[in-house]
């Protein structure tokens, strides 16, 4: 019996959910000079002020997770027997 961990962030009225698609864009961000309203662009939030309050909600290691790592533990999902939402 497997487990699997989805990771939602709650921004207002929208869940925004932590997909591979998110962490590149997030990848992005703490490795170069994006700034909030470019993020806030990317993630289809309302300014910078929302980009602002996710970042404070994302943990770190998801932040700093590589991509293709946090690709493989998605795929791990399909054949998972449970999958937990954990909402940040």
Known sequence: MSTCRKYV??????????????????????RTEMNLEKLAEELGLDGW???????????????WTP????????????NASEIRIIKF
């Open 9 to 30: 962030i709650k921004i207002g009225e929208k869940d925004i959910e932590i997909d591979e698609k998110v962490v590149k864009i997030l990848n992005t961000y703490v």
């Open 49 to 63: 002020s929302e980009a602002y309050e996710f970042v404070k909600k994302v943990p770190a290691w998801i932040a």
């Open 67 to 78: 991509a293709i790592l946090w690709k493989r533990e998605m795929e791990k999902c399909e």
